[in-house]
């Protein structure tokens, strides 16, 4: 599964397969920690991950929804500015 950013311990990676599916998504990884994040509501859908994490990764994500978005429509998977 490709990284698009890295912050704070947070990893953010996105994929296509055959098993990915809508809504648009991205999964976030925190230590231990797993989830699957909408990228339209910024609401975590799967996974348990800590608000704080949770709080940066929102933050970083309603900065970069277009690139996001355009990253899940394209599938084309580059790198994204960590937030700082």
């Known amino acids: 599964m490709p990284e698009i950013a890295r ?3 947070i990893i953010i990676k ?3 397969n055959g098993n990915e599916h ?3 998504h ?3 990884i925190y230590g231990e920690y ?3 994040m909408d990228i339209d509501t ?3 859908t799967e996974g348990d991950i800590p608000k704080r994490a949770i709080s940066m990764v929102k933050e970083w994500a309603g900065n970069h929804k277009a690139e996001l ?3 899940w429509n394209t599938q084309h998977i580059k790198k994204i500015q960590p937030l700082k």
């Open 22 to 24: 809508n809504p648009p």
């Open 14 to 16: 996105m994929y296509f």
């Open 69 to 71: 978005m355009n990253m």
């Open 26 to 28: 991205f999964h976030v």
């Open 7 to 9: 912050f704070y311990g």
């Open 34 to 36: 797993a989830g699957i």
């Open 42 to 44: 910024l609401e975590l």
